[in-house]
């Protein structure tokens, strides 16, 4: 999408970044012999549809909100999303009471795992540009199955290892360019 809308060079090592990152996601998740049916399809196009939302708004982004700063933008994605979610609330009731502790972990969910990483997603976005920034998110499975290590005892496989080794190298082959030599 950043080649297509951005005119963003298209090199073939950030093709073949894009190929180990799906190979190695695909060690992650086992991938293996699947039943095709309506739920495979509707998965798959759930994914494909994500992965395209957030290629539109780093583009969006990109083009459109160069004179707002990133803590403006941080700040109205956080209050959009709230209202935008605030009608749903009493669809979701409360199972249980609200302590102090569950409060407190509330706000500082809010605070460090939405607002700062938001606040820091948009300064990627307008300091590297979208294909960048948005590459950060092939890193989401390698930190899940770190929190599944750490705090669910979850097994680290030979897959498990495969698949995060690729996805750091497709990462690292789309984020960083080699040096242009000089004459």
């Known amino acids: 999408m950043g080649a297509a809308f951005l005119g963003e060079r298209l090199t073939l090592r950030k093709m073949a970044g894009m190929a180990i990152g799906v190979l190695g996601v695909a ?5 293996g012999p699947v039943e095709f049916n309506s739920k495979l399809v509707l998965a798959v196009l759930a994914c494909v549809g994500a992965t395209l939302c957030y290629a539109i708004v780093g583009i969006y982004t990109k083009k459109k909100l160069t004179g ?3 803590m403006q933008m941080a700040t109205g994605s956080q209050v959009g999303a709230a209202f935008v979610l605030m009608p749903f609330l009493p669809l979701a009731p409360v199972q249980g009471e609200i302590t102090a502790t569950i409060a407190l972990v509330g706000v500082a969910l809010a605070l460090l795992c939405s607002a700062v990483a938001y606040l820091i997603y948009f300064r990627l976005m307008a300091d590297l540009g979208p294909t960048k920034a948005l590459t950060v998110t092939f890193l989401i499975p390698l930190f899940a199955l770190l929190w599944g290590y750490l705090f669910l005892n979850e097994h680290i496989t030979m897959n498990t290892v495969i698949g995060c080794a690729g996805v750091v190298l497709a990462t690292w ?3 960083f360019q080699p040096a242009q030599k000089t004459a």
Not at 27 to 31: A, G, I, K, N, S
């Open 27 to 31: 060690f992650l998740v086992r991938l």
């Open 173 to 175: 082959l789309v984020v």
């Open 68 to 70: 707002i700063t990133p």
